[in-house]
């Protein structure tokens, strides 16, 4: 079992900058693939980016290429999400997730965050 709790959310304006981090319970941290996901008001929860287990690979869809950037500590057992640029469409609950298999889609994840809330002001 793997609890994973985010902070670091909050009020921004654009083109301001946030950092998320995502804490997780348990030894087994670095024996999973992580990444985020969000989901804005009205909209499905969508994938934005992922890690695998060493960190050294990361996959970013692309509308966060160039301004998110995520990374991990597995001694901390603790994710990241650097967010750069924001903008109003960034707006959405932002949620930790990991995932045992080789692929992190919102089908393949063993265990979700509570979320945590990003507010883009225009």
């Known amino acids: 079992q793997v609890q994973l709790v985010e902070s670091g959310g909050g009020l921004v304006q654009t083109g301001g900058s946030l950092r998320l981090s995502c804490a997780a319970s348990?030894?087994?941290?670095?024996?999973?693939?992580m990444g985020w996901f969000r989901q804005a008001p009205g909209k499905e929860r969508e994938f934005i980016v992922a890690?695998?287990?060493?960190?050294?690979?990361?996959y970013l869809a692309n509308s966060v290429k160039g301004r998110f950037t995520i990374s991990r500590d597995n001694a901390k057992n603790t994710l990241y999400l650097q967010m750069n640029s924001l903008k109003p469409e960034d707006t959405a609950v932002y949620y930790c997730?990991?995932?045992?298999?080789?692929?992190?889609?919102?089908?393949?994840?063993?265990?979700w965050g509570q979320g945590t809330q990003v507010t883009v002001s225009s």
């Open positions: 997730a990991a995932t045992s298999r080789l692929i992190l889609i919102s089908t393949t994840v063993d265990y």
């Open positions: 348990g030894r087994t941290f670095s024996s999973y693939n």
């Open positions: 890690i695998n287990r060493s960190g050294d690979t990361t």
